[in-house]
Every structure is written in C-alpha cells, then in structure tokens.
C-alpha cells in the first residue's frame, strides 16, 4: 500500500489518503470545505497610496469585480492563495468572491473586500461572515 498526499487549498495542509494503486488514481479529489468564520473588512482602490492594480495585475480602478464577474477580495496569501474562488455569506446574502488582492493587516482569517466607494466602505464596516473555498 502506498500513500498519495492530496494538497487542499484551505486549508493549507497535506492529507495523506492511502491507495493500494497509486498509478490508478484519479487526478482530482473532491472534498467538501466546511464554512469558517472570518473579519470581513471593505477597502477602496483609489486610496492615498494605492495604484487601483491588484497584486495579482488586475486594474479594478472602475471595477469591483474581476474578469469573471465575482467580487474582489484581498487576503493573506499564506492563509488563501491568490487567484483562489470563494464563496462568502455575509448577513443572510451569499457571493461569490475571488482573492486577487492582497493587504498589509490582512493576516489569518480575515478578509478585505473591495468596495466602490469610501461611504460604502464605512458603511461595511467590520463584519464577521462565513467563507468557503469553491476551488
């Protein structure tokens, strides 16, 4: 018997799955990614000292949503990679999101979301909200 390691996007760790013929083994393993609970925070693109170019090269000056039409979000890299899809519920509403950004206080479990304006910015204020990672 042999052991295959399965890398999950969130979160980030190895799962080892035991196969007796690792040359048979189907390339993709689903798994079902329970809801965890994050800070949800909301941020602008046209702030002092911001370009409106996310950091993974997307220009989002007249735009919150990326070329595939979810929401934008920032996050930890290290937590969530880059260019990973999400999907977010925040006060009874779901969306889904990809992280394209990344920010200097955003660390673990907390997101930011890329909002249109600076009213609405303070109007999301800080919010807790569930997130799942879709792939």
Known sequence: MSIALIHLIYPMYLYPIYVDKPETMVSTAIVEVEWQDFVATAYVSDCEGCTGITMSGYDVRNTIYSPEGYRVIAVDPNFIPLGTL????????????????????????KIDLLIGSVSDAYKWGVREVRLRVIK
């Open 86 to 109: 999400v999907e977010i519920e925040a006060n009874g509403e779901r969306f889904k999101a990809k992280a394209m950004d990344i920010g200097g206080a955003i660390k673990g479990r």
